[in-house]
């Protein structure tokens, strides 16, 4: 893990070259206007690039103005940033040369690897080696390219329409296409960036490199990502939750991930499994990480400018100003559906504003100033509420009437943000009477957004990283278990090829890790039966133990609650008769345990991701795991506050919180299960899978009990 | 019922003066350029109205070159539309007046009524009574006005800062500040009105006589409403489901409905009463009636282009033709989200597409025509899956790349449009560069937006509504019941002033209707429980039965599962000791039921609300009921298809439904007990409230049972 670390901590130093070269070898360089060789030349010398540009095309003199060279070893000096956008073969020798030359970075623009299939992975491995013998970064390749916008250095290395302007924004995207229409988006929005950066097929250079060099980059203050698949995703959520929530000040992160669409549930022998899908544990990912997911390219800068231009409010209580009532009431109802709390008003608030607004206005919370308001009825209203201490954040709304004087309006606005810290959005109605006061807006970083719902939902995500934030530090607990035991459990499964444990197997394994298991023991004739089943206390449960038969209750491999020796007796002889006959395994016996006390039946699980590591479950049990699929998901390790957000994130923990007068259930020991299991599957890797269903939930301070477990071990 | 139908008839006649005056007084025209009286009449001269106008202002010779009369009699010739523009209290003298003057109808736009409160609410009761003295429509007070784009009329009787262009779509507003900003939004998207509506107060003229004059409306394809209430929801209903379902061709009807708060749960005791939020009862409505609800106006309008633009879809299976992988992918995702099928290209499709795309494009769907892509891939790619037999729907969309001709893209759309019946939406993301290309798009009527969630949702819609005119035309059933029964119970509890019927008398009422009651009889002594336990047969349940005790379940009152006459003995006995003492109430006896057998608990229930009428309501039963509150709401009457619908559309219907090898319930007799329940609650308004809980529900044939019930009467 360190030597990793390491290796990171030298990528991130080695980005620098990427952004920040002092000369760039433009390798395929093109004199026709139409070529992406032309247009990335052409954005480098016409976006003021402050280093020194070779061109190189053997077959031209010079290409707008600057002197071309026939080969990168053509260039009289060594290089800091290769660019290249030749054919793809000729693309590992060319970053072989740049190399040579003393690059210290490169992108490769070029398309036809992995994406094309057959000759392209070859060539893409090709590419990774030559970049891994190198030793330096190399962007791409299949990408757009790259833009920093830091005045000391203004680089468009890419093949964008237009270099974009300057701002506090990066943004790292796996889609070279969506670039374009991103940079055209923000445009039309003056929206501006420190970085842009188009990932490619993330050959060498990924979005964790990347991550690492924007958690250091001053310039940058919100992050924005498409991605389409993570890396790693236990390092991105090592590495994100420095930079959503460590470092000072933090940068708040906004992720589109695509693929959302459910794959097909893969074939799962667990439930855990079964109701895991791919995007639930990106979910997890991005919530474990203080990401803020979001659905489309829209709520994405929706949420970027408030981000990048406003502090974040105290907490979530806001007021609305507006001078249309119908506007009010669909802000407010946007307002509740996002999280948000509406502001009581203080009472000298609401003296404040009964003195500079008419008597048809509202003074209370939404503010009301009326459809014939001027400039000067918004600058009472806002002054009044940006200064009453039960207000953290303020939307202006605003529609144009004939006689709404849209540009001081919006000029009161901006005065307004200069006086105050309190975040403040608004929502000018309509987009052509009120586009020179949305201006106004935009210019002075003021958020703006067309409609209410939009400004609602960007100060509820606002006050969500607020509290991702402020989130109690806890730590991965480390409990006293029996290692050994298990590690023998599991070299004998293995050993005979064995892959699901028996449910005693299982019930040892959590026994090992101090899980509350109902006392059991396994009885290998009837009179051992007896025997325990006495030690054990009536009444009892039988449950048949083999490992052929995978659906025990179905075969009627499953008494509960026999209450006599004679019962057991004819129990045991019955079980093994029947579900012997019935499915011809070999029994390897009965398990006698004790019953278990009625309580809420809960779900507890892991599976481990080939790519993510283990992946924990928790949900409500019984019947309705499937149906309502009242699930949540956590990487692990999980921490003691992750175990309580999982417990109390489905949709059914008023259950558990005791509803009705009800008493609350045990709490404190579900997490502590969750947390056992996550140390359990952290410290054994060849467990794959585990259900531990149902653990059944007692009232606080009363525990629980694992009354059935299922465990699937990888063989391999 | 009748004469309300005739009623609103008589109004819906009446509504032409309003949109097709051909002389219009603008009382209140004022010199001055920031007043709503020049506006107005501004708007009605450069709007180009084509009947004639008479100012009324008694200080003015003319106005904006019109001449001027001193007063409403002044004026020489009768009138056909009067705008009213005087201050509040000199509305009712006006009004007045201009029916003297023989106005056909009235717009009265002043402000300082019902909304003021106080002296407000009487001056609003005086111009009702007037109006209705008068038998002519009067729109307001308090609105914006109103415009028809007709160019044959050519009115804009508002005063909006611009006449919007003429289009296919009505607007009705509960809000008349919020007309501005659509007006304004409109102007920037090219989007036209036929009928622009600001309903202000809703006085007179309220959304059902509008909707029934729109209907008849040549002009309007697509209907647009922001309301904050309803006159009559029941009304409502059929008057709109007349509308989107029964004419040829229908007209979808889009509606907001704000204020969404949940209002804190009001007192009510029922689980029926306390689950129905005033925003559920709307969503019914709604449903019922046909109509999308959306949550914003960017929604509203949004899906109005596409409605108003383009065929229904004969179903949902989209194609998506792009040049971008990334945003493909996030359009599927959509798609999915919104309801929509990915279609599955025929082979021939794809044939073609292999022969004109290059091989590094995307022959499945979405189909990538690769960032490089002009006009000529694109025009290859949609003529391929708009012949393809197999997709309904296509959404197109394009990034710009420096290579992208977009407006060339642009007109092989509109192109493609006039040769298919299929549905054709649009995304050019960005803003700036791809404008060129959406101005091509709007101008031509081929929905464009700016981002493919957007598209997909808008599409799901139409899909969604295209189901709704294609649903099966049930009846409202009339089932052969003992009313009497019924009458007598009721008029008894009524003469009482007894609200709480007992659950016998509970019970009585729905054997009445013939639901499946479980056997049951009152026992009033040791020696009649025993007898009754006997003739119903062992095992029984037993319930306590007094008006005075309401949670019978928590003072003991319940005891299930008694198998001997020696256990009904004490039960009785220490049921009427224990409860008695704990309650204090008066013990009316003891109700002896036959025990259930086990099935699935669900809930059925109604509300009568004052002002919509009966509601019913389904959900899940027991504990569950109220953590998840998966329960869906309908108003009364329902026909077969709607009790299916009920039925169908709780989150938890898998259950009911039958999962992994489980036997299906008995869905009919759901729906037969919900339709008996509507009956119920049609044919006695003396009922408040009803909850059927549980109804326990059997296999598919084996029916259900009422286990227990609860019945409110209004003793007012």
Redesign the interface.
């Known amino acids: 893990m360190d030597s990793q670390t390491a290796i990171l901590e030298q990528k991130v130093k080695n980005l620098r070259p990427l952004f920040e070269p002092r000369s760039i070898a433009v390798i395929g360089a093109s004199r026709r206007p139409?070529a992406?060789g032309y247009?990335i030349l052409n954005n480098l010398i016409s976006g003021g690039f402050k280093g020194k540009i070779f061109p190189v095309n053997p077959k031209a003199d010079e290409i707008c103005g600057v002197p071309c060279f026939a080969s990168v070893k053509a260039i009289p000096e060594a290089i800091d940033l290769a660019l290249i956008i030749v054919p793809n073969t000729a693309v590992p020798a060319t970053l072989k040369e740049s190399g040579e030359k003393g690059a210290q970075a490169a992108v490769i623009i070029s398309?036809?690897f992995r994406?094309?299939g057959g000759e392209g992975i070859q060539l893409e491995a090709e590419i990774k080696k030559i970049a891994q013998d190198l030793h330096i970064p190399v962007l791409g390749p299949n990408c757009l390219g790259l833009i920093n916008t830091d005045p000391a250095v203004a680089i468009n290395a890419s093949?964008?329409?237009?270099m974009p302007r300057a701002g506090n924004i990066a943004f790292l995207?796996?889609?070279?296409?969506?670039c374009?229409?991103i940079?055209?988006?923000a445009?039309?929005?003056h929206i501006g960036f420190s970085k842009f950066v188009s990932l490619g097929n993330k050959t060498d250079v990924h979005e964790l490199d990347m991550l690492r060099y924007l958690k250091n980059d001053a310039a940058t203050n919100v992050i924005l990502m498409?991605l389409?698949d993570l890396v790693n995703g236990r390092a991105f959520i090592d590495t994100v939750r420095e930079i959503t929530g460590e470092i000072s000040p933090t940068k708040p992160i906004l992720a589109?991930k695509?693929?959302?669409?459910?794959q097909g549930a893969k074939a799962a022998s667990s439930h855990t499994g079964s109701l895991m899908g791919s995007d639930e544990v990106y979910d997890a990912i991005f919530l474990q990480a203080g990401v803020l997911r979001v659905?489309?390219?829209?709520e994405m800068f929706n949420f970027a400018i408030g981000f990048a231009n406003q502090p974040l409010p105290r907490s979530g209580r806001v007021a609305i100003v507006t001078?249309?009532?119908?506007?009010g009431?669909?802000a407010?109802?946007?307002c509740?559906?996002y999280g948000l709390e509406m502001a009581t008003l203080a009472p000298a608030t609401i003296q404040k504003l009964k003195t500079a607004l008419p008597?048809?206005a509202s003074f209370s919370n939404p503010v009301d100033v009326i459809?014939d308001a001027r400039h000067e009825r918004y600058e009472a209203a806002l002054q009044a509420v940006a200064h009453d201490p039960n207000v953290d954040g303020i939307i202006v709304i605003l529609?144009?009437?004939?006689?709404?004087d849209i540009e001081d309006i919006a000029k009161v606005i901006v005065s307004l943000d200069k006086q105050t810290d309190k975040t403040i959005l608004t929502c000018f109605?309509?987009?052509?009477?009120?586009s020179p006061g949305v201006k106004i807006l935009e210019e002075n970083h003021i958020p703006h957004y067309?409609?209410?719902?939009?400004a609602a939902r960007t100060l509820g995500a606002m006050v969500r990283y607020q509290q991702w934030t402020h989130r109690p530090r806890t730590a991965v607990k480390n409990f006293k278990v029996h290692t050994k035991t298990v590690n023998e459990i599991l070299a004998k499964a293995i050993q005979n090829q064995i892959s699901f444990l028996t449910v005693d197997q299982s019930m040892a394994v959590l026994e090992a890790y101090e899980f509350p298991v109902l006392p059991y023991q396994l009885a290998r004739s009837e009179a051992e039966a007896v025997q325990f089943s006495k030690k054990i206390g009536y009444p009892v449960a039988m449950k048949i133990v083999s490992r052929g038969i995978s659906h025990k209750f179905d075969l009627g491999g499953v008494r509960l609650g026999l209450e006599t020796e004679a019962q057991v007796q004819t129990a045991y002889r019955q079980m093994l008769q029947q579900v012997g006959r019935a499915s011809g395994a070999k029994i390897d016996g009965v398990l006698i345990q004790a019953m278990a006390q009625k309580g809420w039946e809960v779900i507890l699980g892991m599976k481990r991701d080939p790519h993510f590591g283990p992946i924990l479950m928790f949900g409500i049990g019984g019947?309705?795991v499937?149906?309502?699929r009242d699930v949540t998901f956590r990487l692990a390790p999980i921490r003691t506050h992750g175990a309580r957000r999982m417990v109390e994130s489905i949709?059914?923990f008023?259950?558990l919180k005791g509803?009705?007068g009800q008493k609350p259930s045990d709490i404190q020991k579900i997490m502590e299960c969750l947390e056992r299991l996550s140390q359990l599957s952290c410290a054994h890797p060849e467990i794959l899978e585990i259900d531990i269903n149902p653990l059944i939930v007692y009232p606080e301070g009363a525990g629980a009990a694992v009354a059935d477990a299922r465990i699937v071990v990888d063989t391999a």
Do not use: H, W
């Open positions: 139409e992406v247009a398309a036809g994406e094309i093949f964008s329409r237009t995207s796996q889609s070279g296409a969506l374009a229409a940079l055209d988006y445009k039309g929005k498409y389409e589109i695509s693929g959302r669409t459910p659905d489309s390219v829209e001078n249309a009532g119908g506007p009431i669909m407010t109802d946007a509740v559906r008597v048809t459809g529609t144009p009437q004939a006689m709404t109605m309509g987009i052509v009477d009120v067309s409609f209410p719902e939009d019947i309705y499937e149906t309502l949709r059914t008023s259950l509803m009705r």
